[in-house]
T-cell receptor
Framework: RKEVEQDPGPFNVPEGATVAFNCTYSNSASQSFFWYRQDCRKEPKLLMSVYSSGNEDGRFTAQLNRASQYISLLIRDSKLSDSATYLCVVNDMRFGAGTRLTVKP | NAGVTQTPKFQVLKTGQSMTLQCAQDMNHEYMSWYRQDPGMGLRLIHYSVGAGITDQGEVPNGYNVSRSTTEDFPLRLLSAAPSQTSVYFC????????????FGSGTRLTVV
């Protein structure tokens, strides 16, 4: 089992849709978690940290489920500009392979 | 504020050649790392450093060397380039390892022929 696993997608959704991604991790001792966004041929950029209590930033909500060892990212009211690859990472420097999202008009 | 600066942006090497990818950050971050990104593989950690004078191996270190003589700079050396090292290389930095999220450089696209 890979240390960090993501559904590669692609997820193709219409504008305005709600979409959710999950990321599972194998190291139960992991303490910090992040979601990154990567546009085509660009560097990853930090989207948000994932706290134990969950956190929200505008249309984006991140949650942590320690019992099942996964984190999630929920995007509400999808915009065309949300089209990108979303990467999760845990504090032992392991990145998931990414989930590709395409938002269509 | 430049953040993390990587040079060169593009490079073509012949098999067996050596070269150094440069990475510099101006944020006084203690933690720096090198990743490579291949299609379908995500980012894989090559080497990392938790401070000047301290380096350690990641999950794919073979064929690469690093050093950290200053807080600002963390160069990655390819000793004898192989076609399997064709990839996009990203340098990243963070105030602390694993807790603050990383700032990435814009990447170096390397092709080994």
């Amino acid at each position: 089992r890979k240390e960090v696993e993501q559904d590669p997608g692609p997820f193709n959704v219409p504008e305005g849709a709600t979409v959710a991604f999950n990321c599972t991790y194998s190291n139960s001792a992991s303490q910090s978690f992040f979601w990154y966004r990567q546009d085509c041929r660009k560097e990853p950029k930090l989207l948000m940290s994932v706290y134990s209590s969950g956190n929200e930033d505008g249309r984006f909500t991140a949650q942590l489920n320690r019992a099942s060892q996964y984190i999630s990212l929920l995007i509400r009211d999808s915009k065309l500009s949300d089209s990108a690859t979303y990467l999760c990472v845990v504090n032992d420097m392991r990145f998931g392979a990414g989930t590709r999202l395409t938002v269509k008009p | 504020n430049a953040g993390v600066t990587q040079t060169p942006k593009f490079q073509v090497l012949k098999t067996g050649q050596s070269m150094t990818l440069q990475c510099a950050q101006d944020m006084n971050h203690e933690y720096m790392s090198w990743y490579r990104q291949d299609p379908g593989m995500g980012l894989r950690l090559i080497h990392y450093s938790v401070g000047a004078g301290i380096t350690d191996q990641g999950e794919v270190p073979n064929g690469y060397n690093v050093s950290r003589s200053t807080t600002e700079d963390f160069p990655l050396r390819l000793l004898s380039a192989a076609p399997s090292q064709t990839s996009v290389y990203f340098c990243a930095s963070s105030p602390r390892q694993g807790w603050d999220g990383y700032t990435f450089g814009s990447g170096t696209r390397l092709t080994v022929v």
